[in-house]
T-cell receptor, first 114, second 115 residues
Framework: AQSVAQPEDQVNVAEGNPLTVKCTYS??????LFWYVQYPNRGLQFLLK??????LVKGSYGFEAEFNKSQTSFHLKKPSALVSDSALYFC????????????FGTGTRLTVIP | DTEVTQTPKHLVMGMTNKKSLKCEQH?????MYWYKQKAKKPPELMFV???????INESVPSRFSPECPNSSLLNLHLHALQPEDSALYLC??????????????FGPGTRLLVL
């Protein structure tokens, strides 16, 4: 079985400060992990993914994520938050076997305070 | 271009109506997906099409009927829906359903309200 957990429903951060949105995974085998962002009344936009190789993955809009196998984590980070980063963020995992259907975490709402 | 388009953006329908949601992509992707998303919840997979054939049906009620007329189009036919079916319906596509490395690209969704 595979799953991801996002332990924080809500994260607040001041504009200009670094932000972190947490994700932990449970996968037997090598995980393929994804981050998506959803703005109000919109679909999901792909930010980045970890497949293999370098543990630090860089993605769109200045976001990056660090894959940590020992801690089974894939936290999303950005050095300096913008008000426009306020949105709902989903971590997802692709199954170890079978079709490419994503399993999503419950989501974390990020609010960047001006 | 990583665009998936969906029409309509909003849809209000009664429980006796028949309506269809449409999804289109021109990225050459051979896998297409329907997800349902309730408010403040993650998307839940409904259907997966691979090379225009239905490969996954996640025990979705028969009042939802998917159709893939060609490799670029995906429809979701709706009939006799219930108010609890009100949700955001998301379409996605990826290059290949069998390669779990492939990124799924999502459309903006259709917000459905069933009265």
């Amino acid at each position: 079985a595979q799953s991801v957990a996002q332990p924080e429903d809500q994260v607040n951060v001041a504009e200009g400060n670094p932000l972190t949105v947490k994700c932990t995974y449970s996968v037997s085998g090598n995980p393929y992990l994804f981050w998506y962002v959803q703005y109000p009344n919109r679909g999901l936009q792909f930010l980045l993914k970890y497949i293999t190789g370098d543990n630090l993955v860089k993605g769109s809009y200045g976001f990056e994520a660090e894959f940590n196998k020992s801690q089974t984590s894939f936290h999303l980070k950005k050095p300096s938050a913008l008000v426009s980063d306020s949105a709902l963020y989903f971590c997802a995992v692709s199954p170890v076997a079978g079709a490419n259907n994503l399993f999503f975490g419950t989501g974390t709402r990020l609010t960047v305070i001006p | 271009d990583t665009e998936v388009t969906q029409t309509p953006k909003h849809l209000v329908m009664g429980m006796t109506n028949k309506k269809s949601l449409k999804c289109e992509q021109h990225m050459g992707h051979r896998a297409m997906y329907w997800y349902k998303q309730k408010a403040k919840k993650p998307p839940e997979l409904m259907f997966v099409y691979s090379y225009e054939k239905l490969s996954i049906n996640e025990s979705v009620p028969s009042r939802f009927s998917p159709e893939c007329p060609n490799s670029s189009l995906l429809n979701l036919h709706l009939h006799a829906l219930q108010p609890e079916d009100s949700a955001l319906y998301l379409c996605a596509s990826s290059l290949d359903v069998s390669d779990r490395q492939e990124t799924q690209y999502f459309g903006p969704g259709t917000r459905l309200l069933v009265l």
